[in-house]
C-alpha cells in the first residue's frame, strides 16, 4: 500500500490496528507517521492517548504494555515506535500484533531495511497488519515525482528550473520536498517556478554550477568549462571537487551505455540508461561529440584526478588547477 493511501484511509476513519512502514526511502514512512503523531487525535486527546517510543531506547514489554491500555476521554489511543530497525527483540511484538486491541493505532517505522520474510513476525505483519515497503525512486523518476509535488502546492515548474533542482538534490525526497516548500512559499503571488528561484531560495547559481560544467563538457565548449571552472575557483564552496568528480563520472558512465543502447535521443535509450526521457538528448550530444575510446579515457582520468584531489601522486595542486588540467585532458583529442 502506498503512503498516500494510507493517510488517505485514516481521514477517512478507515484504521487498522497495526501499521508497519518498511524500507529504503525515509520519506514516505515519515509522511505517515508524522500524519499518525499529529492529526489523528486532537491535541486534547494526545495528551493522554500519544506515545512515542524511540527502537533503540525501547523494549518489547514496554512497547506492548502500552498498546495494551484503553484510551482515555477518547476512542481510541496512538502509539507510534519510531527507529524500530535499533530495536532489540523486536520479533517479540509478534505476540500483540497478532491480537491486537481495536482501539489502539500502532505505527511501527522500520527504517532502511525490510523484515526478514522467513520469520514469524513477517508471516503475521502479512497478515494482520497494514504494510507500506517503500524503495528510492530511480532517476528517471524524479521528473514526475517532483512535478507531481509542485502541482499539489497549486504551482508548476519550468523545465530548466525542474532539471537545476533534480540534478542538484538527487534523490533525497525529503529535502526536496523542503526546497520545494520553501521555493513556493517565497513566489509572492506567482505560481511558476524559474531557475531564478532555485537561485534565490535554494542557493544553486543558474549559470556557475556542476551541471552547467557537464552541459559545457558533453558539448566540449572549452571557453565555457574553463569559466565555470574559474568560478569555482574563487568560490570553492559553489563547486568542491567531492561534488563535481562523481557528477561527472555518472554523466560518462552513462554517455558510455548510450553506445550499446542504439544511440538514439529516444524513450527506449533513455530507459536502457536509467535516464529520464527529457535528459537523453544531453548524453546522446556527448556521445556525438566523443568517441567510445575518449569517454572510456575521460572515466579514467575522473578516477586518476580523484585521486589526485586526496593527495595521491600529487604535491598539493590547488583544486582549481586540478579541475582545469583535467578539463583540458578531457576535451582535447
Given amino acids: 500500500m502506498k503512503a498516500e493511501k494510507i493517510i488517505g484511509d485514516l481521514r477517512k476513519g478507515l484504521t ?39 527502537g533503540r531506547d525501547a523494549d518489547w514489554a514496554g ?6 491500555r484503553y484510551p482515555m476521554f477518547a476512542e481510541r489511543q496512538v502509539i507510534i ?10 520479533d517479540k511484538l509478534e505476540a500483540y500484533i497478532d491480537k ?4 489502539t493505532l500502532l505505527f511501527i517505522a522500520y527504517k532502511g531495511k525490510k523484515v526478514d520474510g522467513r520469520t514469524k513476525l513477517a508471516k503475521t505483519l502479512k497478515e494482520k497488519s497494514v504494510q507500506l515497503t517503500t524503495k528510492k525512486l530511480y532517476e528517471n523518476e524524479l521528473p514526475d515525482w517532483t512535478m507531481a509535488l509542485v502541482k499539489s502546492k497549486g504551482c508548476s515548474i519550468d523545465s530548466k528550473a525542474l532539471h537545476l533542482l533534480i540534478d542538484h538534490i538527487g534523490n533525497d525526497l525529503s529535502r526536496l520536498s523542503n526546497e520545494v516548500d520553501k521555493i513556493t512559499l517565497n513566489l509572492a503571488g506567482r505560481t511558476t517556478i524559474t531557475p531564478d528561484d532555485i537561485e534565490q531560495f535554494v542557493g544553486i547559481s543558474k549559470e556557475y554550477n556542476v551541471f552547467e560544467l557537464q552541459d559545457a563538457l558533453a558539448r566540449r565548449d ?32 552513462k554517455v558510455q551505455m548510450v553506445y550499446t543502447a542504439g544511440g538514439g535521443a ?19 550530444q556527448a556521445a556525438r561529440k566523443y568517441s567510445p575510446a575518449a569517454v572510456e579515457k575521460n572515466i579514467l582520468l575522473l578516477h586518476r584526478y580523484n585521486l589526485k584531489s586526496i593527495g595521491v601522486d ?6 582549481g588547477l586540478l579541475l582545469k588540467e583535467l578539463i583540458v585532458k578531457m576535451i582535447q583529442d
Fill in 63 to 68: 512497547v506492548i504494555n502500552a498498546c495494551r
Fill in 100 to 103: 491486537p486491541l481495536t482501539s
Fill in 222 to 253: 572549452f571557453y565555457k568549462a574553463i569559466r565555470i571552472a574559474t568560478y569555482f575557483e574563487h568560490n570553492p564552496k559553489a563547486g568542491p571537487l567531492q561534488l563535481i568528480f562523481p557528477s561527472l563520472y555518472g554523466f560518462f558512465s
Fill in 81 to 90: 515506535l519510531k527507529e524500530a530497525q535499533a530495536m532489540r527483540d523486536i
Fill in 16 to 54: 487498522r490496528p497495526v501499521y508497519w512502514l518498511e524500507g529504503e526511502e525515509d520519506y514516505f514512512i515519515d509522511l505517515v507517521i508524522d500524519y499518525a503523531e499529529h492529526s489523528i487525535l486532537s491535541e486534547e486527546e494526545a495528551s493522554f492517548n500519544r506515545t512515542v517510543f524511540y
Fill in 266 to 284: 529516444d524513450k527506449q535509450t533513455a530507459m536502457a540508461i536509467g535516464v529520464s526521457e527529457w535528459k537523453i538528448k544531453e548524453y546522446v
Fill in 314 to 319: 600529487d604535491a598539493g595542486t590547488p583544486d
